[in-house]
C-alpha cells in the first residue's frame, strides 16, 4: 500500500469536542455542542417520517449558511482562542451560525402557522413553549462554544447574527413568498405542478401548508386520538360500505329539496340507527357484524324557519319523537335509563357539521355535543316504529315489548365532504373527534353499478361518474349540491 505524508491530510472535524474534567458543566456542554450533527441527521429522518418538503428546504439552507461560513471563514482569516482546540479559522463560529439560521427559520415556520386567535389557549401555549425550546437550543449551543474555547465571544455573535440574517432571508424567499403568490401566477403554477406531478405522488411529497394553518398537527392528532382511543373492528367507521354509501345518498336527495341561496350552502342530512341497536340494545358497538343502519329522521338547510340547517332540523324532529315517547320522560323512568347502554345513532350529512355561523346561531357542532351532554330518552320499539322496520338479525330475537327507556347518543358523524373555506374556516371534524365522536368521510370503493347502489334522481345536480376515477363520485356531488345557487358554482 502506498503511503501518504500526514501533512498532506485535513481532517474532518465535526465530532471531537475536548472539555476539562474539573469543570462541572463541561461533560453537558460538550454534548450540547454536538447538536448541529444531530439535527443534519433528523432533517432526513423526520423527512422520510413524514415527507414534508419543508425539512429538505430547511437541510439545504442549512447546507447553503456553512458554504456561506466557510468561504467567511477563508476570508476574514481570524484565528480560535487556542492553537489546540478546533481546526481551522475560528470567524465566524459556523456552530453559531447553524444556529442561528435554525433558530430564525424554525421560529419563523412555527409564526407563520400559529394557531388563529379563536384557537385554544393550550394551542397558543404550545406554540409559544416550542418557540421557546428553540431559541434556548440557540442559545446554549452558542455559548458552549464560548464556554469550552472553541471561539471567542465576538466569533459567535457574529456567526449568530450572519446566520440568523441567512435564516430569514431564506425562509422569506422559499417559504412565505411562494406562500403568498396568488393564484394563477408562475409561482403558484410551479409549485402545484410540483406537489402533482407522478414522481412527487409516487415519493409521497406533501406540504402541510397548503391545506392547513398548524400545517395539519391538530387535524392529525385528532384523527390518531380518535384512532386511538377507538375499540377495534367498529364497522360503523367503514366509510366504503355500501350502507353507508345508500344513507349519504338519502341525505343528497334531502339536499336536494334546498332552495338555492348565494350565501349559504345547501346540505341535507339524516339520522339513523344500526339495526341490531332495535333488536339488542345491550350490544356493543363495535360487534356489530350487520351495521344496516334504519333512518329515523332527516333534515335539509332552511327546512324550518330561521335559518336552519340540516343536521339542526334532523335533531330537532329526533327531539320531538322522543318526547312522544311511550310512557313519559319523568320520576323514576329516567333515573333508571341513565344507568342503562345509550342507544348509539349515526348522524349523516353531505357535508361537515359547521362549527361556526356567521348569522351568530348556534352551530350544529354544538347542538350534537349538546345532544349527546344532555340526553333524550326514548325506547327501542318507538325507534322501530319510527324507522318503519323491526329488525331481523340472524340469531338475534328482538326485545319482547321493549319499553324500557334509554338515553340515545350521535356515535359516529358520517360526512360526505369536508366544509370549504368559502365562508369560514370550519374546524367540525376536530372538534367532534375530541369529544369522542367518530368522524368518517364516506367514499365509495368503486361506482354506484359496482356496489350495488342505485343513484337517485336529484333535479338540482346531476351525479356524474368519471370511469378514471370511479371514487369521487358522491364527494363531488355533495359538493356541487352543497354550492348550488353560489355565482362561482
Known amino acids: 500500500m502506498r503511503l501518504i505524508s500526514p501533512e498532506l491530510l485535513t481532517t474532518l472535524d465535526l465530532t471531537h469536542v475536548q472539555y476539562r474534567p474539573d469543570d462541572p458543566y463541561g461533560a453537558y456542554l460538550a454534548l450540547v455542542t454536538l447538536a448541529p450533527v444531530l439535527i443534519l441527521t433528523s432533517y432526513v429522518a423526520v423527512f422520510l417520517v413524514r415527507r414534508e418538503v419543508v425539512y429538505l428546504n430547511a437541510l439545504l439552507g442549512q447546507v447553503v449558511t456553512e458554504i456561506v461560513n466557510g468561504k467567511l471563514k477563508r476570508y476574514i482569516k481570524q484565528a480560535r482562542p487556542t492553537e489546540f482546540l478546533g481546526l481551522g479559522y475560528g470567524m465566524p463560529s459556523s456552530h453559531a451560525q447553524f444556529c442561528g439560521f435554525f433558530v430564525v427559520f424554525w421560529t419563523c415556520h412555527l409564526l407563520f402557522h400559529r394557531p388563529d386567535r379563536k384557537a385554544r389557549m393550550s394551542h397558543h401555549v404550545d406554540s409559544f413553549v416550542f418557540v421557546l425550546l428553540i431559541w434556548l437550543f440557540g442559545v446554549l449551543t452558542c455559548y458552549s462554544r464560548v464556554h469550552l474555547y472553541y471561539h471567542t465571544s465576538l466569533q459567535v455573535l457574529v456567526g449568530g447574527t450572519i446566520g440568523?440574517?441567512?435564516?430569514?432571508?431564506?425562509?422569506?424567499?422559499?417559504?412565505?413568498?411562494?406562500?403568498?403568490a396568488p393564484a394563477g401566477s408562475?409561482?403558484?403554477?410551479?409549485?402545484h405542478f410540483f406537489y402533482?406531478?407522478?414522481?412527487?405522488?409516487?415519493?409521497?411529497?406533501?406540504?402541510?401548508?397548503?391545506?392547513?394553518?398548524?400545517?395539519?398537527?391538530?387535524?392529525?392528532?385528532?384523527?390518531?386520538?380518535?384512532?386511538?382511543?377507538?375499540?377495534?373492528?367498529?364497522?360503523?367507521?367503514?366509510?366504503?360500505?355500501?350502507?353507508h354509501v345508500r344513507m349519504m345518498l338519502l341525505a343528497l336527495t334531502q339536499a336536494d329539496d334546498c332552495d338555492a341561496?348565494?350565501?349559504?350552502?345547501?346540505?341535507?342530512?339524516?339520522?339513523?340507527?344500526?339495526?341490531?341497536?332495535?333488536?339488542?340494545?345491550?350490544?356493543?358497538?363495535e360487534s356489530l357484524h350487520d351495521v344496516e343502519p334504519r333512518a329515523l329522521t332527516t333534515g335539509f338547510s332552511r327546512e324550518f324557519p330561521g335559518n336552519t340547517h340540516a343536521e339542526e332540523c334532523a335533531i330537532e324532529k329526533l327531539a320531538r319523537y322522543c318526547v312522544r315517547t311511550p310512557g313519559g320522560q319523568g320520576g323514576a323512568a329516567i333515573d333508571m335509563a341513565r344507568s342503562r347502554a345509550p342507544i348509539r345513532?349515526?348522524?349523516?350529512?353531505?357535508?361537515?357539521?359547521c362549527s361556526e355561523r356567521l348569522s351568530g346561531n348556534k352551530p350544529c357542532v354544538a347542538r350534537i355535543l349538546e345532544t349527546n351532554a344532555q340526553p333524550m330518552y326514548t325506547t327501542c320499539k318507538w325507534l322501530a316504529k319510527l324507522a318503519a322496520s323491526i329488525p331481523e338479525n340472524a340469531g338475534v330475537s328482538p326485545v319482547a315489548a321493549d319499553d324500557l327507556l334509554r338515553p340515545v347518543r350521535i356515535d359516529v358523524v358520517l360526512q360526505g365532504v369536508p366544509e370549504p373555506d368559502d365562508f369560514v374556516k370550519c374546524v367540525g371534524q376536530r372538534t367532534l373527534r375530541m369529544h369522542g365522536i367518530h368522524v368518517v368521510t364516506v367514499t365509495p370503493e368503486s361506482s354506484p353499478s359496482a356496489i350495488g347502489v342505485s343513484l337517485p334522481n336529484l333535479a338540482s345536480v346531476p351525479i356524474a361518474i368519471d370511469t378514471q376515477q370511479p371514487t369521487g363520485w358522491l364527494r363531488e356531488a355533495c359538493l356541487c349540491m352543497a354550492r348550488k345557487g353560489h355565482k362561482d358554482a
Open 196 to 243: 402533482t406531478n407522478s414522481l412527487s405522488r409516487a415519493l409521497h411529497l406533501r406540504d402541510g401548508g397548503m391545506a392547513w394553518e398548524d400545517a395539519g398537527a391538530a387535524a392529525e392528532y385528532a384523527t390518531w386520538f380518535s384512532k386511538m382511543t377507538a375499540s377495534p373492528g367498529g364497522i360503523l367507521t367503514n366509510g366504503s360500505l355500501a350502507c
Open 186 to 191: 408562475v409561482v403558484h403554477s410551479a409549485r
Open 164 to 180: 440568523s440574517i441567512i435564516g430569514a432571508l431564506y425562509y422569506a424567499a422559499t417559504e412565505a413568498f411562494v406562500r403568498a
Open 261 to 285: 341561496v348565494k350565501g349559504a350552502f345547501s346540505v341535507g342530512c339524516a339520522i339513523a340507527v344500526p339495526a341490531l341497536q332495535l333488536a339488542d340494545p345491550e350490544a356493543p358497538i
Open 345 to 353: 345513532l349515526l348522524l349523516y350529512t353531505t357535508m361537515e357539521p
